[in-house]
């Protein structure tokens, strides 16, 4: 059988196709990764094997913006068709390279043959309406970017005409791809292990006694409330009022590399109360041997291990959630060792990039 070379493109989520990616190559594959702008501080990312420097949205013919954009597409179209030479897979994260503007790029890969895949993680395939209706909380009810579910739904239809399978990785796009594939997310976990030496810039003051409360987002600023952080911040408050020991730690945009540093200096990790499923962050703290508190919903309950040792908590029972946590020490230590087991089990990068690679070598038309 006909070894696949991998191409994963065109968008960075959760760094997700980095993770995927490396670990396919150290199975031996020849897998390797694109972006059109990995260069906002936003998008965690390391070594992109193809990074363009450009924002699709950026693309004008207008003066100024009409070189710019010429250069650009000269490059990408030089890019396009010596992929379709050194490439059996096009595994897309979110979107396709032309996205919502044209399936003309997949009508090509499917004319040269090429195996084609969609993968789904979220936002890029949540319709609002629907986490709205079927939650009682919903992390599209205070988010602040603009939503456009007739695109989603359009791109989804497109999706399921020229793609030999897709994939989710969060359980809530269930509803929305019911036809799709469920693999959990990927972790490199020789990266993420507990036992690290913490550099003086990213150690925390000393809080003697305090149980410490990791709450960590990524871009506050541009995607609002949506992991409930006002019921965190509110049920901390009023244990502190009652008289627990608590630091709260509140981080936001820190960098991908040093995330595990904070992972590492924190008694429990509060993910998210809204989302209904758990995410890379969830992975990631799990890794590092913490207790970690998400929401769970119906969906992510029949999905996940039924010994998954994540504390779901909701906005209504926050409060209590911690207070179980921060009362009970034996039970803080006891979780974050089966969570450890559990990434170990369930989330080794590569354990998953040899269920991709099996899925590839499928015929599915």
Not at 32 to 54: G, I, Q
Not at 319 to 340: C, F, H, N, P, Y
Request: hydrophobic share 40%; with cysteine.
């Amino acid at each position: 059988m006909k070894r696949p070379r991998i191409l994963h493109a065109p968008v960075i989520v959760i760094n997700q196709q980095w993770v995927i990616s490396r670990a396919q190559r150290e199975l031996g594959y020849r897998s390797d990764f694109m972006v059109f702008n990995a260069d906002r501080k936003e998008l965690r990312v390391r070594d992109c094997d193809y990074n363009f420097h450009f924002d699709r949205g950026d693309m004008s013919f207008r003066p100024g913006r009409i070189l710019g954009t010429l250069k650009f597409l000269i490059r990408f179209s030089v890019f396009f068709i010596s992929a379709l030479f050194k490439y059996d897979v096009f595994h897309f994260h979110s979107e396709s390279f032309f996205g919502s503007r044209s399936s003309l790029d997949l009508m090509i890969l499917r004319l040269f043959r090429k195996k084609i895949v969609f993968q789904y993680w979220g936002c890029d395939i949540r319709l609002k309406t629907i986490s709205q209706l079927s939650e009682d909380h919903s992390t599209c009810d205070d988010c602040i970017r603009i939503c456009q579910n007739s695109r989603k739904l359009r791109d989804n239809l497109t999706h399921v005409k020229y793609a030999d399978f897709r994939v989710y990785g969060g359980s809530d796009a269930i509803r929305m791809v019911p036809d799709a594939l469920y693999i959990p997310l990927a972790i490199d976990l020789k990266y993420w292990h507990p036992s690290e030496v913490i550099p003086s810039e990213h150690r925390l003051p000393e809080a003697k006694g305090a149980v410490r409360i990791l709450h960590p987002f990524e871009n506050s600023k541009a995607r609002g409330d949506q992991k409930g952080t006002r019921f965190i911040k509110k049920a901390v408050e009023e244990l502190k009022g009652e008289g627990y020991n608590i630091e709260f730690i509140f981080v936001d945009n820190v960098p991908y590399e040093a995330m595990k540093y904070y992972y590492q200096q924190a008694d429990i990790v509060v993910v998210q109360l809204l989302m209904g499923t758990y995410s890379g962050v969830s992975v990631e703290a799990m890794a590092m041997g913490k207790p970690v508190v998400c929401y769970l919903n119906k969906d992510a309950l029949r999905l996940l291990p039924k010994d998954n040792p994540i504390v779901n908590a909701n906005p209504e029972n926050i409060k209590e959630a911690l207070k179980g946590l921060i009362t009970d020490k034996a039970r803080r230590v006891e979780l974050g060792i089966k969570s450890r087991r559990h990434i170990e089990k369930y989330h080794d990068a590569l354990k998953l990039a040899q269920e991709y690679i099996g899925l590839y070598n499928k015929d599915w038309r």
